[in-house]
């Protein structure tokens, strides 16, 4: 079954070419919301194995999204996207929970290997839990 | 006399402080200009398609870029006491239409309320949107089979809110929505929906959708929604209505129905916080003649997970195609070879116990098969190699894979409802074209350098070392050059590739290649002596190599160009933005041109700021400066009477009368001395013993010198910063100035130098001045002679390169002082060139049998 990669960013110009990218380079499957209150009914409604979400948007941002998302989901990677010269948030982001971060403008590979560290990451812990289990 | 007055009369306002103030200006001047060819260039970087960004970072760039272009414009305007007046308003200018360029939004067409379906194309697309806009193309110039119909235009949904008063309705309730969670969203959005709804469509519009309806061959029709914009498209598409089967009469209230569901929450929720008005995301709306289709599906003109199988894949339902995609059934699937005769790989027949089918009365409902029908294909093979043949045919018409709607009538015809791009996914990470797997074969000519410019490109060597050449660059050369020249972009369009012993990724010149995307290698140093003329060459950017011959591994190994990057709006506004930034139009200083009111662009403001601050520095007022209180004395051998004005950092002691070289910290001054005491020069002639001396002198030359040259006498005067010099000289006859900054910015570097005067008959001393300019050129300096003054300006090599230029040019100074005299003939001046080449200074070239004895 292929990964499900959740994307969130207010600029719907960015979300499409996230996932043009995505869908060219990638099998994975990619859903977009330019909405972030949507994001936690979407999270119920499918299953998903990263969020990558934008730092600054309106209503509710990056780091309010990695709350939201770890209480639903506490195993869910999030790479979190913020602008040049905000490295300080960014860490805050981290330290918050997030797996990764990445500054715009990035190189299309660049967003590309940050992704597959995140899920190979995410199967790493499962399979760390399954061995928990046994 | 009133000047020396004023000297001792006025109160300590020291010449030093003005001069700080001016080198202050300049030293700002300076960085304002590095960063402001850093953000050019990293603008220009973002348009090779390699780089997502937003529009954040366009407004963060232009605003920066902005910034550091008017700084230059106030430090000059400082420098040059208002000179270049003109160029605030320009600078103002620029930032404005930028201004507007990243607020544009996109202009609704003026086009009819509707427009016929047989007389669409893609083109239309902006008025239309691409669903309706395809459609056109695909009846109109493939003359594939489509549905009779109609597109209700952008036009007219701009007409429909303002018609109804909708625009300002919605924009208050959209500024005033209570939204602080998903449910209030969703709530503004029903309301919204309603609000739409409940509208009237104004009678115009109405008039004109009646009677487009009625023009139709059935009264049954398919109303869908056509987002304008690819944006649109991609994040809000697939929420929007779809009606089938409805009655052509109630189009108006289909046509509100169609529009009222583009207000989903995430549309509201862009319109809310992206602060937009409602009419920047149009929506078109497509009328078709409903088709009542036996068997309807959905074809991919490749497997989109395995392209390599060279397979069209069909799922195929009876009925309507709804059930074809949203999982009520499991479709057929035919499974067929995109090669001649296409062959059916696989043919997967399923039982399909009911049907999506049109309703007598309007509407559509699922209607249960017979059983002998529900297990029957729902194609025959002849009409599944049909729709193969036209998948094909799609995909080579729109250029890339398609995702196809088909449908086959009551009568078995097949009609095509839609094709779109199809996202065919490739392996993960199958494409990285920076990572190299192994090296070519064939050894490297030269392996370093700087990429300015990525990519690699083949062509013949030709050797540019002199501006005025470009009109000699011959198609598809690579341009090879010492130094970098912003006069390419005159040939850009038919250079492969262009390589420079100097430069940085941010000069003129690599701005400029960046935007003819030419790979550019800078900082190969002795490229020119390792390339011959004529050669065949492969230069690759990315890794910094140049082979000889053409390695076709490397030259088909280019970055892929990503069409939809380069057609999003983010990409297109940057576009708009570069074209007032970027091209370079004062390309030549010496032109006549090169004037403030020609300055067009960003670029041309920068350059043109930079060029004459540093000729600004070039004639510092040195009659006002000797005015200075801070003036030391060089104590040393050479035989110049050599004065030192420090503005900060030039010397290791400050207020002494007298300093040694010892004292000397200013690196450009080192390196001229150094020039100076080569100890193959030697020099010649007296001069005058102290300051005393020199003010009478001054005093008794002042007015018969042009300005400038004033004040000097037989003396040298230096000013001096630890990265700076100025150093005037008159030395008998003749008058020498050299104005450097060196420091560990390589932008900022560089040497102007100028030479005139003289005692000897005037064709001498143009002999000289031809002379110094074929050195001075040999050196790296760009150089002009006129009469018997010799000018030259060398820019942007490294500190090290430039202190080693600055040695030569000292030494140059002091080899030319005495040479006009004795330059009788064009032999004479050959013999002095070459014992230049040679590195011999003595002179001796002078006296022919002492030189070949």
Known sequence: MPERILVVDDEPNMLRLLKTILMDKTGYEVTTTNNPLEVSKLLQEAHYHLVISDLKMPLVDGMDLIDIIKKLEPGLPIIIITAYGTIETAEEAIQKGAYDFITKPFRKETILITIRRALEWKRMQGELAALKKQ | ?853
């Not at chain 2, 699922?366 to 294909?377: C, I, M, R």
């Not at chain 2, 193959?680 to 005093?699: N, R, T």
């Not at chain 2, 060196?742 to 005139?756: H, L, M, T």
């Open chain 2, 1 to 853: 006399m009133f000047k020396f007055l004023r000297r001792f009369l006025k109160e300590e306002v020291d010449e030093t402080s003005r001069l700080q103030e001016q080198f202050g200006h300049f030293r700002r001047l300076l960085t304002e200009n590095n960063q402001a060819l850093e953000i050019m260039a990293d603008m220009e970087e973002k348009l090779s398609g390699e780089f997502l960004f937003d529009t954040g970072y366009l407004e963060t760039q232009a605003e920066r870029l902005v910034t550091s272009v008017s700084g230059m414009v106030g430090e000059l305007d400082l420098l040059t006491e208002g000179r270049y007046a003109e160029l605030t308003a320009i600078c103002q200018g620029l930032a404005q239409e930028i201004g507007r360029e990243l607020a544009a939004v996109p202009i609704i067409p003026e086009t009819p309320f509707i427009l016929s379906l047989s007389s669409l194309n893609r083109e239309l697309a902006p008025a239309v949107g691409s669903k309706m806009a395809n459609l056109g193309e695909i009846g109109n110039r493939i003359g594939l089979p489509v549905p009779q119909g109609f597109a209700i235009t952008a036009s007219a949904y701009k007409r429909f809110l303002e018609g109804a008063n909708l625009t300002g309705e919605l924009e208050a309730r959209l500024s005033q929505a209570p939204i602080h969670d998903l449910e209030s969203l969703e709530t503004v959005s029903q309301e919204i929906q309603d609000l739409i709804r409940r509208a009237p469509v104004p009678p115009d519009l109405e008039d004109a959708l009646r009677r487009a309806a009625q023009n139709l061959p059935t009264p049954w029709l398919a109303v869908r929604s056509s987002a304008v914009g690819e944006d649109t498209e991609f994040s809000f598409a697939g929420q929007f209505a779809t009606l089938l089967n409805v009655d052509a009469a109630g189009l108006p209230e289909h046509y509100k129905e169609i529009i009222a569901s583009k207000f989903t929450s995430r549309a509201i929720f862009y319109w809310k916080y992206q602060q937009f008005s409602v009419n920047e995301l149009p929506m078109a709306v497509g009328v078709l003649a409903m088709v009542p289709a036996r068997a309807s599906g959905v074809m991919f003109s490749q497997d989109p997970h395995a392209p390599h199988n060279e397979t069209v894949l069909i799922t195929s339902v009876w009925g309507l195609g709804k059930y074809a995609v949203d999982g009520t059934i499991s479709p057929d699937l035919y499974v067929i070879s995109r090669k001649e005769g296409h062959a059916i790989k696989q043919r997967r027949v399923t039982e399909k116990p009911v049907a999506l089918a049109c309703q007598a009365a309007g509407g559509v409902a699922p209607v249960t098969l017979p059983a002998k029908q529900a297990a029957a294909p729902s194609l025959t093979d002849v009409q599944a190699r049909t729709l193969t043949e036209i998948a094909l045919l799609l995909e080579e018409h729109f250029g890339g894979p398609q995702d196809i709607e088909w449908t086959v009538g009551e009568a078995g015809n097949i009609v095509i409802l839609q094709s779109r791009p199809l996202r065919v996914s490739t392996p993960s990470f199958a494409a990285a074209p920076r990572e190299r797997s192994a090296e070519p074969a064939v050894p490297p000519l030269l392996t370093f350098g700087i990429r300015a410019v990525g990519g690699a490109a083949a062509g013949r060597v030709h050797l540019f070392l002199h501006d005025e050449d470009v009109a000699g660059i011959p198609p598809g050369a690579v341009v090879v050059a010492k130094q970098p020249s912003a006069r390419l972009v005159l040939a850009m369009d038919r250079i492969a590739a262009i390589i420079t012993e100097v430069g940085s990724p941010t000069d003129h010149m690599t701005i400029l290649a960046r935007e003819f995307r030419i790979p550019t290698l800078v900082d190969v140093g002795g490229a020119t002596r390792v390339l011959t003329p004529g050669q065949i060459v492969t230069v690759d950017a990315d890794a910094a190599r140049v082979y000889p011959g053409i390695v076709t591994e490397l030259l088909d190994r280019q970055p892929e160009t990503d069409e939809n990057l380069r057609n999003s709006s983010v990409f297109q506004k940057l576009r708009r933005i570069l074209k007032l930034t970027s091209p370079l139009n004062l390309l030549d200083p010496e032109n006549s041109d090169f004037r403030a009111d020609k300055c067009q662009t960003l670029h041309d403001l920068t350059r043109f700021c930079h060029e004459k601050a540093m000729d600004a520095m070039f004639t510092p007022d040195v009659e006002r400066a000797l005015e200075s209180s801070r003036i030391s004395r060089l104590a040393t051998d050479l035989p110049l009477n050599l004065f030192i004005l420090d503005l900060g950092g030039g010397l290791k002691v400050s207020g002494q009368e007298t300093v040694t070289e010892e004292d000397i910290v200013s690196r450009p001054f080192k390196a001229l001395l150094r020039g100076f005491h080569h100890p193959g020069v030697s020099w010649a002639g007296q001069v005058a013993p102290d300051l005393k001396g020199f003010i009478s002198v001054f005093a008794n030359t002042m007015y018969d010198m042009n300005k400038g040259e004033r004040g000097l006498g037989g003396k040298s005067f230096a000013i001096v910063t630890d990265s700076y010099l100025n150093f005037n000289s008159r030395l008998g006859y003749h008058f020498g100035l050299v104005d450097a900054y060196i420091s560990e910015e390589r932008n900022d570097n560089y040497i102007s130098f100028q030479f005139k005067g003289g005692a000897a008959a005037v064709q001498r001393r143009e002999r000289r001045a031809r002379l110094l300019k074929q050195i001075l050129d040999e050196m790296g300096f760009k150089a002009q002679a006129k009469g018997d003054l010799v000018q030259g300006r060398l820019v942007k090599y490294s500190q090290l390169e430039t202190e080693g230029i600055m040695e030569m040019a000292g030494l140059l100074m002091a080899f030319c002082r005495q040479l006009d005299l004795a330059l009788s003939s064009e032999n004479v001046l050959e013999r002095c060139l070459d014992a230049f080449k040679k590195e011999d200074y003595s002179l001796k070239c002078l006296r022919p049998e002492e030189a070949t004895s």
